[in-house]
């Protein structure tokens, strides 16, 4: 094999890649959020979930993308991990079509699509019709890719040492093993499944080969989803590892499968007598199918197999109910008084989320350790979390039998939940401020650091003074929360005035005097939305509590 044709059939597969991925930005930019969205509304009935993984792969014409979106919609807890398996295996079936697009000889006609597709996409000003012809440069070249694997692959069949390589694979765990090698290599199932269908084609490599190499590429198609879960949660690493288990699964059912009824293989063959492109990728569909239905009724069993892989930590619970709503459940079926009532009880919940996050915030501020960081973060992201399914429960809540004054009361406690999560997104900024000022080794002088922690611990007393106003209605404490408000600001001005001072004689490191500023101003305004928790309920100003 000459050193031209290893370049050309290097080239195709690159040009292959690179149509694939530009087919899939052209329908990403076609369909708007919209995907996102359809994957984010796969309820947890099983069949709509394979049917959206199944739709969403097509249009996006890469399984592991689709894959990639259920990591993180999982990795961010808006969905379940029995949302997501039934996606993953949809997305096993929509990989298919690309094969059985494949399979088609229109190569001839490529140069022309090619061709339509730079017009539409150069010349058009109108974004659908850009997008569409962003989607026929990619198909395009993707047959151009293929095109150019054909012809660079043709001679190596008088190549003996190409054949000599190939003939090793005529063993099936070779073939699974090569499959498994050469997929995760390519990052991609499509790509390897259309080469593996070229090499049949040229007369490479026999059916049977090929289906072994099939049965291994789907389990190398997980590796970009495995390096994907790497910076994720453990819930999103358990999601890659579901893709894992059931391609695994799936792999040893489909070769117990062939082994003892072998005329499978001969009914898919005679399918398409004529064409073994088409018998691969037949067989690549049929088998994605078969995987599904044997395995969509034992998804739990696989779910507990992940969870046993990465067991299920105590604070991984703990999230899991900081997420859901414990109060504003079956609303509509409870007095409208009792509703209510549920709905402030939730909102206190949620209020109690955040102050831990607030605390430890601080802590981490104070005493830094990644673990915190990482606690504070996601604690946030269950408040944010919290915070929508709240704000949809209200939306529920207006449609029952409300008197004037308790939709006063609904409107109220909805204000009341922005500034419950502007406190947390508080907490997120100082650990983040902690993290900046531990990457650059950065630290504050003796007295800022002393000067913050008694501002910090005022605005800890003051949130936790304002939650325990707004469950009870114990307003006889409000001028007690005054107090702490007043002190907060004043605070702020000394000690920004402090800071000044500390600059001018050099007492202080530029970026921690930032830092330092950052976060005072944070605390302060902590304050701000504490009172406006603390006053929520009521019909006082907390800027001028004379006026009602």
């Known amino acids: 094999m000459t050193l031209e044709l290893i370049f050309k059939l290097l080239g195709g597969v690159g040009l292959f890649l690179f149509g694939m991925s530009v087919m899939s930005a052209g329908l990403r930019n076609a369909c708007g959020d919209n995907l996102q969205t359809i994957l984010e509304k796969a309820t947890s009935n099983k069949l709509m979930a394979v049917l959206v993984g199944f739709a969403v792969t097509i249009l996006v014409q890469s399984s592991s993308a689709t894959d990639i979106m259920v990591i993180g919609f999982v990795n961010s807890g808006m969905m379940s991990l029995s949302q997501a398996i039934g996606v993953i295996m949809g997305a096993n079936i929509g990989t298919t079509v690309t094969a059985q ?65 190939l003939s090793g694979l005529d063993n099936p765990a070779a073939a699974v093993i090569f499959g498994i090698a050469f997929t995760a290599l390519l990052q991609s199932s499509s790509s390897s499944t259309v080469i593996f269908q070229t090499f049949a084609f040229q007369g490479l490599l026999g059916y049977h080969t090929a289906v072994y190499l099939l049965i291994g590429a789907a389990i190398g198609s997980v590796t970009p989803n495995l390096i994907a879960s790497l910076t994720t949660n453990r819930n999103g690493k358990r999601t890659a590892i579901l893709n894992l288990l059931f391609n695994l699964i ?59 892989i990465i067991p299920v930590l105590p604070e991984e619970n703990e999230q899991l109910e900081d997420r859901k709503l414990q109060y504003m459940i079956n609303m509509k079926n409870m007095p409208s008084q009792m509703a209510l009532a549920n709905a402030h009880r939730e909102v206190v919940r949620m209020g109690t989320i955040a102050e831990k996050n607030l605390r430890r ?50 409107s109220q ?94 007492g202080c490191e530029p970026f921690a005097g930032i830092i330092f500023t950052n976060l005072v101003t944070d605390l302060e305004r902590i304050g701000d939305h504490a ?15 004379k006026k009602v």
């Open 413 to 506: 406690l909805s204000i009341a939940v922005t500034d419950i999560e502007r406190i947390s997104d508080h907490a997120e900024n100082i650990v983040e401020f902690a993290e900046e000022m531990h990457d650059k080794k950065s630290h504050l002088s003796p007295d800022a650091l002393e000067e913050l922690k008694d501002m910090a611990a005022d605005a800890e007393k003051i949130v936790h003074v304002a939650l325990d106003i707004f469950a009870n209605e114990n307003y006889s404490i409000l001028p007690l929360l005054d107090k702490i408000e007043a002190g907060i600001d004043l605070k702020k001005a000394q000690l920004v005035n402090h800071h000044v001072e500390r600059l001018m004689r050099a």
């Open 531 to 545: 009172e406006n928790i603390a006053y929520a309920l009521t019909d006082i100003d907390p800027k001028n509590p």
């Open 101 to 165: 697009i494949t399979a088609f000889n229109i190569s001839a006609y490529a140069p022309l699509i090619l061709f339509v597709g730079a017009v539409m996409f150069l010349f058009v000003k109108k974004a659908t019709i850009k997008y569409i012809g962003e989607f026929l440069l990619g198909f395009g070249m993707l047959f151009v890719g293929i095109s150019m694997m054909k012809s660079a692959i043709a001679p190596m069949a008088k190549s003996e040492e190409f054949l000599n390589l």
């Open 361 to 410: 915030a601080l802590d981490c501020f104070f005493d830094y350790d990644i673990n915190k960081v990482i606690s504070v973060k996601a604690r946030e992201e269950s408040v944010n979390i919290l915070n929508k399914a709240i704000d949809t429960a209200m939306l529920e809540l207006r449609t029952l039998p409300l008197t004037d004054e308790a939709v006063g009361r609904v």
């Open 250 to 308: 799936r792999a040893a059912i489909l070769i117990i499968l062939i082994n003892v009824f072998p005329g499978i293989l001969d009914w898919i063959q005679s399918l398409s007598p004529d064409s073994i492109a088409r018998q691969v990728a037949n067989t690549h569909t049929i088998f994605a199918i078969i995987a599904v239905g044997l395995e969509l009724p034992i998804t739990g069993l696989i779910i507990r197999l992940a969870e046993k």
